[in-house]
């Protein structure tokens, strides 16, 4: 089974809309990390932002802010006022720390979602 | 700082040839992980390494893949007699430590294999 979900596979926008990708993981363990990674035409995956388990606290960076909700297995990404440089792969990842060593810092992916933003 | 390095950058090889895929990690990363992503699809891991020491392979797809990190800096991914399937881009990544660090990712090396 998958455990991230990223269901939307290509959104594409007007500059200046805003965006929501969206992101569902599924864990057992109660302790494990998010995170959002870009990757643009050139390829080199670009880390973005890392959230705990235990921290459901929003987090808002320049035009981009995160909302993570335990209760839906949810960490969607919002773009605000979208921009043509913003055009990229975005993934959604999950790592586990539930005390397994073996699955102990490895990346779930998901299949990522092609935004493409127009001028 | 340097970030992550990887090369070659392109490798193509004729089916059934070995090859080898170098990774630089960024100085003082004491983990480094290796992930295949097909066309189209997210990143797939395959194997990580604590210093020198291989914590998991169960990644990797087949005997035929094998990674080392012998002084616990650089690491080479092998693949041996290949095959077609194994084309896609190998990407490697570091980072401080493993649960929950953020992973640093090289521009990785897309193998095709003819």
Do not use: M
């Amino acid at each position: 089974a998958q455990k991230v979900t990223q269901a939307q596979t290509e959104i594409s926008v007007v500059e200046k809309e805003d965006v929501t990708l969206d992101c569902v993981y599924e864990t057992r363990d109660t302790t494990y990390y998010l995170f959002w990674y870009k990757q643009p035409p050139s390829g080199e995956l670009v880390f973005l932002i890392r959230r705990n388990s235990f921290d459901e606290q929003n987090e808002i960076s320049g035009r981009y802010s995160w909302n993570f909700q335990k209760s839906t297995s949810s960490f969607n990404f919002t773009i605000t006022a979208s921009q043509v440089v913003d055009s990229a792969v975005y993934f959604c990842a999950l790592s586990e720390a539930g005390g397994r060593g073996s699955t102990l810092g490895r990346l779930y992916f998901g299949r990522g979602t092609q935004l493409t933003v127009w001028p | 700082g340097a970030g992550v390095s990887q090369s070659p950058r392109y490798k193509v090889a004729k089916r059934g040839q070995d090859v080898a895929l170098r990774c630089d990690p960024i100085s003082g990363h004491v983990s480094l992980f290796w992930y295949q992503q097909a066309l189209g699809q997210g990143p797939e891991f395959l194997t990580y390494f604590q210093n020198e020491a291989q914590l998991d392979k169960s990644g990797l797809p087949s005997d035929r893949f094998f990674a080392e990190r012998p002084e616990g800096s650089v690491s080479t991914l092998k693949i041996q007699r290949t095959q077609q399937e194994d084309s896609a881009v190998y990407l490697c990544a570091s980072s401080l430590g493993l649960a929950g660090y953020e992973q640093y990712f090289g521009p990785g090396t897309r193998l095709t294999v003819t």
